[in-house]
């Protein structure tokens, strides 16, 4: 057997063989870097989600106490306009 034939044949299958396992392997990692980025994403998308939830939760509470105060020193005014109404009548 001659080994021109042997070469032709793994020069014209082989190559192309071996590039598309090379190209394969290539994409592969290149994916696996792309899911690896996306799930960083995604968790600090989470993270600053997480963040704003709590200072927005934080500003109602601070709204909430502010509005009660507030609240409780005008029903003391009113109540105090009140008393003076009856002793002027």
Same mark, same amino acid.
């Given at each position: 057997? #001659?080994?021109? !034939?042997? =070469?032709?044949? %793994? /020069?014209?299958?082989? %190559? !192309?063989?071996? $590039? /598309?396992?090379? =190209?394969?392997?290539? *994409?592969?990692? %290149?994916?696996?870097? *792309? +899911? =690896?980025?996306? @799930? #960083?994403?995604?968790?600090?998308?989470? @993270?600053?989600?997480?963040? *704003?939830?709590?200072?927005?939760?934080?500003?109602?509470?601070?709204?909430?106490?502010?509005? /009660? $105060?507030? %609240? /409780? #020193? +005008?029903? @003391? #005014?009113?109540?105090?306009?009140?008393?003076?109404?009856? @002793?002027?009548?």
């Amino acid at each position: 057997m #001659e080994t021109k !034939p042997l =070469l032709d044949l %793994f /020069s014209n299958q082989g %190559f !192309p063989i071996a $590039l /598309s396992i090379l =190209l394969i392997f290539r *994409i592969d990692r %290149f994916m696996q870097e *792309i +899911v =690896l980025a996306r @799930k #960083e994403g995604y968790r600090q998308i989470l @993270k600053n989600t997480k963040e *704003i939830h709590n200072t927005i939760t934080s500003l109602n509470q601070q709204n909430r106490k502010y509005c /009660s $105060l507030h %609240f /409780s #020193e +005008v029903q @003391k #005014e009113l109540a105090g306009v009140k008393v003076e109404l009856r @002793k002027i009548e």
